[in-house]
């Protein structure tokens, strides 16, 4: 159910520590995140230790996008800050800088909003885009993704502050 031609999804498993460790500590992920220092192997194999928890009870899910021909981690995508009561979860994605633009975030977003739907029974997602992510908005919007609202100076950045747009979609 988690697959289609180009990449799958799977749960986290303790393997992954060196690919975790390595998207962790990409910098260039920094300024959409609160990371602001690197993220220790100690640290990461804690988290690999405890990511088999419920997703209602920690109300966030990780899986990893995989490479259908080679098997190989590409990314991660997330479903966070999840609501039972009102069946909305926040989602994200990441892709190691190589793999980038070769339609597999594409291909992961499809599974994970159908799976969010059909398996988790979610009514809607959100999403937030900083305002220059343009491959990002461009993505998000192809899939059924809407603009809600912009949240002004919200991510601060070397240069200054900018702008971020919020996106809705009803599942």
Same mark, same amino acid.
């Given at each position: 159910?988690?697959? /289609?031609?180009?990449?799958?999804?799977?749960?986290?498993?303790?393997?992954?520590?060196?690919?975790?460790? &390595? !998207?962790? /500590?990409?910098?260039? !992920?920094?300024?959409?995140?609160?990371?602001?220092?690197?993220?220790?192997?100690? =640290?990461?194999?804690?988290?690999?230790?405890?990511? #088999?928890?419920?997703?209602?009870?920690?109300?966030?899910l990780? !899986?990893?996008?995989?490479?259908?021909d080679? @098997?190989?981690?590409?990314? =991660?995508?997330?479903?966070?800050?999840?609501?039972?009561?009102?069946?909305? #979860?926040?989602?994200?994605?990441? !892709?190691?800088?190589?793999?980038?633009?070769?339609g597999? &975030?594409?291909?992961?977003?499809?599974?994970?909003?159908?799976?969010?739907?059909?398996?988790?029974?979610?009514?809607?997602?959100?999403?937030?885009? &900083?305002?220059? /992510?343009v491959?990002?908005?461009?993505?998000?919007? @192809?899939?059924?993704f809407?603009?809600?609202?912009?949240? @002004?100076?919200?991510?601060? @950045?070397?240069?200054?502050?900018?702008?971020?747009?919020?996106?809705?979609?009803?599942?």
């Open positions: 159910m988690l697959h /289609n031609e180009l990449v799958f999804l799977r749960a986290l498993e303790a393997e992954d520590l060196e690919f975790l460790y &390595a !998207l962790e /500590n990409d910098a260039a !992920l920094w300024t959409v995140s609160d990371n602001v220092v690197p993220i220790s192997r100690y =640290t990461l194999r804690q988290y690999l230790d405890n990511a #088999a928890a419920d997703w209602q009870e920690v109300r966030q990780r !899986l990893v996008i995989c490479a259908t080679d @098997k190989r981690a590409v990314g =991660t995508v997330d479903l966070f800050d999840y609501q039972a009561r009102h069946q909305r #979860a926040g989602i994200g994605i990441a !892709l190691l800088p190589a793999e980038q633009g070769r597999y &975030a594409q291909a992961a977003l499809q599974l994970v909003i159908s799976y969010a739907h059909t398996t988790l029974h979610l009514h809607q997602l959100y999403c937030t885009i &900083a305002t220059d /992510n491959r990002s908005i461009y993505l998000f919007e @192809k899939l059924g809407t603009v809600v609202g912009v949240r @002004k100076q919200w991510l601060r @950045k070397a240069d200054g502050w900018q702008d971020v747009l919020e996106y809705q979609c009803i599942v």
